[in-house]
Each structure stands twice: as C-alpha cells, then as structure tokens.
C-alpha cells in the first residue's frame, strides 16, 4: 500500500489563524459584504443580572461598572451599561455611573423602562440620553400580556410612550422582547411606524431597536424560515433603511446558541451585541460578552485597542465573594476552564504547550495552565505541575519524583477519588528544590 502523505521539513501551525501573540482569528474565504464597518457591545449586568438573581449592593454595583470599564479601556469595546431605575439603590448606581462617566469613563450608562407613559416620564429626569424601552413583539405576549389583547393595541401603547421619550429628548432603543417568535406582519410594520413618528425629532433622536432572543429559539442560518432565523431576521431589517448602528442583538443560551448567534447577527449587519460579562442573567444567562468579543478579535476588531481580558479576573473573584461565581468549567474564567486531568495532555503541554492550549492563556488572559493530578496523570502530569509552581526542571527518571508518583498511585490505587492539587504535595516537594511558589 502506497504512503500517500508526503513528510514537510518543518511543521504548518497555521499561523495566519492561530497566531502565537493574539487570539485565534477569522481567515475569510471571502469577507462577507453585510459585515458592518464597525462593532461593539453593550452591558445589561446591572439590568438583566440583577433580574436574574445576582444580588448587588450600590457599592457592588459601582464596582462592577468600573470593572467593565477597565476591561474596555480605551477599545470602544463596550459602549454602554443599562440600568433599572424603579428602586432607590438602582436609582443611586444609576447616578454614581453617570458621574464617572461625566468624568471621563468610557461606558455610557442608560436605563431600562417598559414602554409606558409613566416610566416615560419618570427617566425622562435622570441624566440619561439614551433608554431601553420594552416592546414586547410575539403574539405570545401582545396577546396574553394586554388586556384587551392584540397586536394593535400593544403597537398603540408602545408607540405612545416613544413619543413621551422623543418629546423629552432622548433617544429611545426599542427592545423587540421575543423577536424570534414574533410575527413578520407585527415585528417590520412597527419599526417602520417608530421610525415615521421619530423623523421629526432628528438625527440625535434616531431610534434604535434591539432584537431580543429571549427564550434562545433563533437559529444562526440564514436557510431557516422567519422567525428563527437571526442572520434572516437582520438582514430584513437592515432591508428596512436600519443602518448596522441602529441595531443590537440581546439573547440568551436556553439551547446553547447564544454567542453562535451572536456571530451570525454580525456578519448578517448587525452592529452591537448586548450581554453580560461572564454570562450573568436570566435562566441561562445572557450572551457573555467576553466570549463574543473574543471572536470579534479574530474578525479583525479592536486591533489597534484591545480590551483588557486580565482585568475580568477582578469581575471573577467578585462573583466568587457574592455567592455568585462562575462554574468551574465556564469557559475561558471558570477554575478549572484551563486544567487538565489526562497524563496525555500532560505529556503534550511538558513538550509543546500550545498542543494543548487554545491561545496564550497566560499572557492573553491572566490564568495559568492548570493541572490536577488524578489516577490518569501519569509522571508527565506530576512533572508539569512541578515545573508550572517551582520553575525546575525534572525527568521522568527523577529518583523524588518517581518516589512521589508511587506514593500518589498507591492512595489511588486504594480507593481514593479526589484529585491531588499542588497545595497538598507542596511540602512533599520542598525538600527536593530550590524555591517553592
């Protein structure tokens, strides 16, 4: 039998993809023409976090804002916060993010109504510009939230707290909430009644609308029919005369989609994502926005200004005092996203690390390689985990660390379950070099 693969001198790592300094990025086959020139996102933590469980006092609330700012920076990588306004401490957040960013931080705050008159009026005297303003889109809701029911009466209440918002002179966001189970004969004809009734007011005023996936239905192909296809969905509103900047995408991961899909709403034209940092919200979260982000990197965004992911280690271990952290297993921040188990891995990551790292998790990150030792180690896991906390060097014929790894495979061998952390074998170690860290 003939060899038909022909040996090279030297290896194909894919550069062009995997580069060795940044993360993975797109290599386009052909860049897609809907591609908006400029992308962004947009953070509900203080809204949709908080509606989803995540307890906040004013001062951790304050605290998460300057956190989303240090980890933007000077990128524009996320452009606004919003924030409920009906209790005194939200009110009271609301009100030291709007100082900060008076001064000079790069996240502009806004806030979350539902569409009504009244809550119309009551933003209307908070320092705002810009308010989320909920337009709930389905038949699921038009008909069954509104008494009478209809989509013609949930048109006629929507529109008529638009105009209180354009007559106080802010810009109104529609939040189009269960968009991917709404109507086409709802969902286009109200757009276009928002954008008639606010052509009078300007330019500054120009509303944008945010498509919500609010039970993580949409779909991220464009062959699927109406109303579960996202790039589908976008792409017959950008029909509408929507520029990419009037338009934002809010879903949340019910089935697993959440950041796919989010990709698809901006190849399809759309120009903000709205999520969370780390995925906090409602049920399953909210598009996490450190994930998306990632991937717009390797479209080819933030490039001259990346925003700062190490700063998102600050956002982890204040969740972790909240009660609230991230699971162990969420990607990129949780414990153990970047720990490895399997000798295999071990042995790959002791002779080439990027064999088993996806990018520079250390450098890009913030995060060390992790190990835990397990009945699967094997001596190449043992020789990682020493080399990762002391910085020597040792083989697999080391007279101590074969001594240890018989040790460690006999309390596995009698039954032992848990994984052997570098905390417990530390002192076992010490006799037998330099420095221990």
Not at 271 to 284: H, Y
Not at 297 to 321: H, S
Not at 346 to 361: E, H, Q, S, T
Request: aromatic share 10%; with cysteine; proline share 6%.
């Amino acid at each position: 039998m003939t060899n038909l693969v022909k040996d090279v001198p030297s290896p194909d790592l894919f550069p062009d993809a995997f580069p060795a300094q940044s993360f993975p990025r797109f290599v386009w086959k052909e860049r897609p023409e809907s591609l908006p020139t400029s992308v962004w996102t947009t953070e509900t933590t203080h809204r949709d976090g908080q509606q989803g469980g995540l307890p906040l006092t004013v001062d951790q609330g304050v605290r998460i804002y300057e956190l989303m700012c240090a980890f933007t920076g000077a990128s524009g990588a996320v452009r606004q916060a919003e924030f409920f306004v009906y209790r005194e401490s939200d009110r009271a957040m609301l009100s030291a993010a709007l100082e900060r960013f008076a001064s000079g931080a790069p996240v502009e705050p806004t806030t979350w109504i539902r569409a009504t008159r009244s809550d119309a009026d009551l933003v209307s005297r908070l320092g705002v510009s810009e308010t989320g303003m909920l337009a709930s889109a389905s038949d699921y809701h038009t008909f069954y939230k509104f008494k009478p029911g209809g989509r013609a009466k949930a048109a006629e209440t929507y529109l008529d707290a638009v105009r209180a918002v354009l007559d106080a002179g802010l810009r109104p966001r529609l939040h189009l909430e269960d968009a991917t189970r709404a109507p086409r004969e709802f969902l286009l004809p109200f757009v276009a009644s928002v954008l008639q009734l606010a052509e009078a007011y300007g330019e500054r005023q120009r509303p944008k609308f945010r498509v919500c996936d609010t039970m993580g239905l949409g779909l991220p192909y464009d062959f699927v029919a109406w109303p579960r296809s996202v790039p589908g969905m976008f792409g017959e509103l950008r029909a509408l005369g929507l520029d990419a900047a009037d338009l934002e995408f809010h879903p949340h991961n019910d089935t697993h989609l959440v950041v796919a899909n989010c990709l698809a709403a901006v190849l399809a034209g759309c120009g903000a994502v709205n999520g969370t940092l780390l995925g906090k919200g409602e049920r399953t979260g909210n598009a996490p926005l450190e994930g998306v982000l990632l991937h717009l990197v390797g479209m080819g965004w933030f490039e001259e200004n990346a925003p700062d992911f190490t700063a998102l280690n600050d956002l982890a271990a204040l969740y972790d005092e909240l009660g609230q952290g991230v699971p162990p297993k969420y990607p990129l921040f949780g414990r153990d996203a970047h720990r490895t188990r399997a000798g295999i891995h071990a042995d790959g990551l002791n002779k080439f690390w990027p064999m088993y790292a996806p990018f520079d998790v250390p450098r890009l990150l913030g995060r060390p390689l992790e190990l835990s030792l397990t009945k699967d180690s094997g001596l190449a896991g043992l020789i990682f985990l020493v080399k990762t906390h002391t910085g020597r060097d040792v083989t697999k014929d080391d007279a101590d660390l074969r001594a240890l790894h018989v040790s460690l495979t006999a309390e596995f061998d009698a039954g032992r379950q848990t994984a052997v952390e570098w905390e417990e074998i530390r002192e076992r170690v010490h006799g037998w070099e330099r420095v221990v860290r």
